[in-house]
């Protein structure tokens, strides 16, 4: 079956063109994509030095199933799910999936064994590898069978799609990981895809104070919208945000936030959660850094907890439907998120947009 896709080039750029995709195999599903976010690291993803077929978020239905697939059939409204778990390795055995010692979610650069099988998604007569494992910014994606969850029929696709990683990993990272208590003070740095998601995870799990940091007022309008009780704009040469901190402080009785949460994709501001959280508190980097960056030790001091949280600490079957019940009680925004929606001819405008913070989120429908 021939198929639109977004192809990567490994090189910092992307063509549109035709892929070919199989019927799916054991295991294995195959799902027409109607809609599919845009995510910062999709950015990322053009330059892993191979062709990929690009995109990490989708939603759509499910046109096949492979021999032994019971969990979806054809026709099913599914969200697509990054991290593949295998199930029985030491970290899936001890609950910590989205750290499977066989899949390696963590290494989305890589080819990895979550994917389908190879030569079921070929371009040019050559197989071509799937972002993330799934692919989503494609008519068609095979993927296999623990990669999608259903839906609630009430959540319009551009909605769900985009709880595959952007609303996953800021909700989880504030209440899976950070596990953020009731009257606490957060801090976000960065209110794009994901920061607005932990807002949203840390309003829900009842912070006290939630504090947005953004270059952008309209980012900070964002946040207020989706539970930011302060906001602070930060300037583009307070590289250590040193002015943000003292900000912080004095809106925190001169303490200090209990967490702060970085979610720029700018490397300098990796360490800088440390500098706005109290002793004894966490500073989470999410963003996920790669270069180097070097943070002077008393940034730690003292007690102070630093996590690089990876999708949220993600269970699809336990959080997705979370998510989708708490969108059901008007309690966690998503079709708010969705800033606007483009056909995959307009995907370099909405790469565009998302670079220089137009949309809350950009997603491409099908
Ligand atoms: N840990 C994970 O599993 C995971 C999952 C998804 C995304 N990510 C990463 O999270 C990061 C954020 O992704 P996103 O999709 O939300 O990106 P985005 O582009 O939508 O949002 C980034 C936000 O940061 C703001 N910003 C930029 N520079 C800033 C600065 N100096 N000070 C304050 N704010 C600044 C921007 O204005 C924007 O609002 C990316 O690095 C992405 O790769 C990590
Ligand atoms: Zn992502
Ligand atoms: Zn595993």
């Not at 989708?58 to 199933?65: D, H, I, L, M, T």
Request: charged content about 20%; hydrophobic content about 45%; some cysteine.
């Amino acid at each position: 079956m021939l198929a639109p896709a977004a192809i990567a080039d490994g090189h910092g750029h992307f063509t549109l063109d035709e892929i070919e995709v199989a019927s799916p195999l054991a295991e294995e599903v195959l799902v027409e994509i109607r809609a599919a976010g845009i995510c910062h690291t999709d950015h990322a993803s053009l330059s892993w030095r191979r062709p990929l077929v690009m995109g990490h978020e989708g939603a759509g239905v499910v046109r096949e199933v492979g021999a032994g697939v019971t969990s979806v059939k054809p026709g099913d409204r599914v969200v697509l799910n990054w991290a593949i778990p295998c199930g029985s390795c030491f970290q899936c055995r001890r609950g910590q999936a989205v750290l499977c010692e066989a899949s390696r979610p963590a290494h989305v650069m890589h080819p990895s064994a979550g994917h389908a099988h190879a030569a079921g998604t070929t371009w040019h007569g050559q197989p071509i590898d799937r972002s993330f494992n799934i692919g989503t910014l494609s008519g068609l994606a095979l993927v296999r069978a623990e990669a999608v969850t259903p839906i609630p029929e009430e959540v319009p696709f551009t909605s769900a799609c985009i709880v595959g990683c952007g609303v996953m990993t800021g909700f989880g990272s504030a209440v899976n990981v950070a596990k953020v208590e009731p009257g606490s003070s957060v801090v976000v740095i960065g209110c794009g895809g994901v920061g607005l998601n932990v807002i949203q995870g840390a309003r829900l799990a009842g912070a006290g104070r939630i504090i947005a940091v953004d270059l952008r007022e309209s980012s900070l309008a964002n946040a207020r919208r989706f539970g930011a009780t302060d906001t602070v704009l930060a300037q583009r040469d307070d590289r250590e945000l040193r002015v943000v901190a003292a900000e912080v402080k004095r809106l925190t009785e001169g303490r200090g936030a209990d967490y702060a949460f970085e979610a720029t994709s700018v490397s300098h501001l990796a360490f800088t959660p440390l500098l706005l959280i109290r002793d004894g508190g966490m500073a989470l980097q999410v963003s996920g850094i790669n270069d180097a960056v070097s943070v002077e030790m008393p940034w730690f001091m003292w007690n102070k907890t630093y996590l690089t949280p990876l999708y949220g600490s993600c269970v699809p079957a336990r959080d997705f439907p979370r998510i989708f019940q708490h969108y059901a009680k008007r309690e966690l925004f998503l079709d708010e998120l969705v800033t606007r929606t483009y056909p995959l001819a307009n995907l370099t405008d909405a790469m565009d947009d998302m670079m220089t913070g137009r949309n809350a989120k950009g997603v491409i429908v099908f």
